[in-house]
Nanobody, 124 residues
Framework: QVQPVESGGGLVQAGGSLRLTCAAS????????MGWFRQAPGKEREFVAA???????YYADSVKGRFTISRDNAKNTVYLQMNSLKPEDTAVYYC??????????????????WGPGTQVTVSS
């Protein structure tokens, strides 16, 4: 019903910044809860940030104060601004859409549609 597609990943030095963009293909994001997740090699996919239709935002403790999630319904896009990047932020970052608002915000099972991911590499 909706296909998120991420862009903006790349290589950056520790302390630098990147801005990830999630664009919709198919349906719009306006009525979906949107989240960003990441997965490093050999590790489980973990929650990064989420934003509800109401614009309420949620963050993993590991990124609070450094990352900012936002959405622009008019452009049907979701963003993840990443500042003060650390080597441990290196991962494939995924954008996801949730049909229902009753799920646990930080749980992968709460999201129904996933993008293919974009690689973020932070060097020291």
């Amino acid at each position: 019903q909706v296909q998120p597609v991420e862009s903006g990943g790349g290589l950056v030095q520790a302390g630098g910044s990147l801005r990830l963009t999630c664009a919709a293909s198919g349906r719009t994001f306006s009525s979906y809860g949107m989240g960003w997740f990441r997965q490093a090699p050999g590790k489980e996919r973990e929650f990064v940030a989420a934003i509800r239709w109401s614009a309420s935002t949620y963050y993993a403790d590991s990124v609070k104060g450094r990352f900012t999630i936002s959405r622009d319904n008019a452009k049907n896009t979701v963003y993840l601004q990443m500042n003060s990047l650390k080597p441990e932020d290196t991962a494939v970052y995924y954008c996801a859409a949730a049909r229902l608002s009753s799920g646990v915000i930080g749980a992968t099972g709460s999201y129904d549609y996933w993008g293919p991911g974009t690689q973020v590499t932070v060097s020291s």
